[in-house]
Nanobody
Framework: QVQLRESGGELVQAGGSLRLSCAAS????????MGWFRQAPGKEREFVAS????????YYADSVKGRFTISRDNAKNTVYLQMNSLKPEDTAVYSC?????????????????WGQGTQVTVSS
């Protein structure tokens, strides 16, 4: 089991940038894919980005492709989400999750451990 804790969410103006961090505990972190998801008020949770266990492979939702970058540092047990050119529609609670496989294209069923989330609010 992997325990996850997100940080870095805050209020930012449209066009701005934020970097979210997700600190993980547990020995299995470096062998598993990681992902970021988000949930806006009144909407279902949606996939944002995923990264393979090695960091060599990444996958993004079309809505964030070219603006967001997922990365990881296995030595620090941390995964990051760099968010640039933020839009008001990016406003949501962002959660990181650990998968049970080395890589996934964002199949939510592959993710078993979840963090509590961090709020990102983008003002227009």
């Amino acid at each position: 089991q992997v325990q996850l804790r997100e940080s870095g969410g805050e209020l930012v103006q449209a066009g701005g940038s934020l970097r979210l961090s997700c600190a993980a505990s547990g020995r299995a972190f470096s062998s598993k894919a990681m992902g970021w998801f988000r949930q806006a008020p009144g909407k279902e949770r949606e996939f944002v980005a995923s990264i393979s266990w090695s960091g060599d492979n990444t996958y993004y939702a079309d809505s964030v492709k070219g603006r967001f970058t997922i990365s990881r540092d296995n030595a620090k047990n941390t995964v990051y989400l760099q968010m640039n050119s933020l839009k008001p529609e990016d406003t949501a609670v962002y959660s990181c999750a650990a998968a049970t496989v080395p890589f996934t294209f964002g199949n939510i069923a592959a993710f078993r451990s979840w963090g509590q989330g961090t709020q990102v609010t983008v003002s227009s």
